[in-house]
């Protein structure tokens, strides 16, 4: 079992970049898959970003593919998220996730508000 928490949101003008981190608690965390997932106001929650046990593999959603980066370090148990160019469509709950099989473990979220 893991428990992760994320940190680094917060509001950011538009254009400006913002880097998000998650954190795990427990064991085994260089064995799942990580993602990150977001939930703007009245929309379902979508995946943004993930990235395999080993970090040599990601992916992104189209929205943010060129401007978001994830990456991950094993040593430390935590997974980040590099955001550039943002712009109010970004903001959302940013949730930290793993999975491994059958098992998903989510963050508390954190909030990140796009806006001038």
């Known amino acids: 079992q893991l428990q992760l928490v994320e940190s680094g949101g917060g509001l950011v003008q538009p254009g400006g970049s913002l880097s998000l981190s998650c954190v795990a608690s427990?064991?085994?965390?260089?064995?799942?898959?990580m993602s990150w997932y977001r939930q703007a106001p009245g929309k379902e929650r979508e995946m943004v970003a993930g990235?395999?046990?080993?970090?040599?593999?990601?992916t992104y959603v189209d929205s943010v593919r060129g401007r978001f980066t994830i990456s991950r370090d094993n040593a430390k148990k935590a997974v980040y998220l590099q955001m550039s160019s943002l712009s109010p469509e970004d903001t959302a709950v940013y949730y930290c996730s793993a999975r491994y099989r059958v098992a998903t473990f989510w963050g508390q979220g954190t909030q990140v508000t796009v806006s001038s």
């Open positions: 427990g064991s085994f965390f260089s064995t799942y898959y």
């Open positions: 990235i395999t046990s080993g970090g040599g593999d990601t």
